[in-house]
Nanobody, 124 residues
Framework: QVQLVESGGGLVQAGGSLRLSCAVSGLTFSRYSMSWFRQAPGKEREFVAAISRSGGVTFYADYVKGRFTISRDNAKNMVFLRLNSLEPEDTAVYYC?????????????????WGQGTQVTVSS
């Protein structure tokens, strides 16, 4: 079956950096665009970034542009999210997702597959 497993979250001070990873199995990875979402306590799940199947095209939410970078390694079936200049407002559970019909869909209900999430906590 399809599995997405995130890792790399943790506790970091404001201004710090983290690199999140998502290992994917059970599907032909290179045929799927990949996305990252996040969900803070009491808030809706929100789109963070997306990357095309080849990795040549990327999309970002306005509030992370210039700070976060999405990338992928099709040989290793992995997608990454580099988080720089972290702010307390970035505190959330971060999820990787795939299976939407549109590469940069911002609607969580359009995604078929999700990981379990990894917690990112940014202290001030």
């Amino acid at each position: 079956q399809v599995q997405l497993v995130e890792s790399g979250g943790g506790l970091v001070q404001a201004g710090g950096s983290l690199r999140l990873s998502c290992a994917v199995s059970g599907l032909t990875f290179s045929r799927y665009s990949m996305s990252w979402f996040r969900q803070a306590p009491g808030k809706e799940r929100e789109f963070v970034a997306a990357i095309s199947r080849s990795g040549g095209v990327t999309f970002y939410a306005d509030y992370v542009k210039g700070r976060f970078t999405i990338s992928r390694d099709n040989a290793k079936n992995m997608v990454f999210l580099r988080l720089n200049s972290l702010e307390p407002e970035d505190t959330a559970v971060y999820y990787c997702a795939t299976g939407s019909g549109l590469t940069n869909s911002k609607r969580p209900d359009e995604y078929s597959y999700w990981g379990q999430g990894t917690q990112v906590t940014v202290s001030s």
